[in-house]
């Protein structure tokens, strides 16, 4: 009989969402532990492109806030892609 009192909580396999801020139509910026920024357009594509490149999950959730206001969630993924 085991008792395993080290196992994992429901849901703590989870990453916490990237917080990605956007000012303006050209830049876009991480910052906290993890610090990150782009400039021009598609700026949330480049940053996303940077996160895939080094490793992160492509699921991965981001949350986008812009004028100080949560505007929506997107997967690391999704947010790569052309047209983004």
Request: overall charge negative; aromatic content about 8%; cysteine-free.
């Given at each position: 009989?085991?008792n395993?009192?080290?196992?994992?909580?429901?849901?703590?396999?989870?990453?916490?969402?990237?917080?990605v801020?956007?000012?303006?139509?050209?830049?876009?910026?991480?910052?906290?532990?993890?610090?990150?920024?782009?400039?021009?357009?598609?700026?949330?594509?480049?940053?996303?492109?940077?996160?895939?490149?080094?490793?992160?999950?492509?699921?991965?959730?981001?949350?986008?806030?812009?004028?100080?206001?949560?505007?929506?969630?997107?997967?690391?993924?999704?947010?790569?892609?052309?047209?983004?």
């Open positions: 009989m085991s395993d009192t080290n196992a994992p909580l429901e849901g703590d396999d989870i990453p916490e969402p990237i917080r801020w956007m000012y303006g139509d050209g830049f876009a910026s991480i910052d906290g532990e993890l610090q990150m920024s782009a400039f021009g357009p598609g700026a949330l594509q480049t940053i996303a492109r940077k996160l895939l490149a080094v490793g992160y999950d492509p699921d991965q959730e981001l949350h986008v806030h812009r004028g100080g206001e949560y505007v929506m969630r997107v997967r690391l993924r999704d947010a790569g892609v052309d047209g983004e």
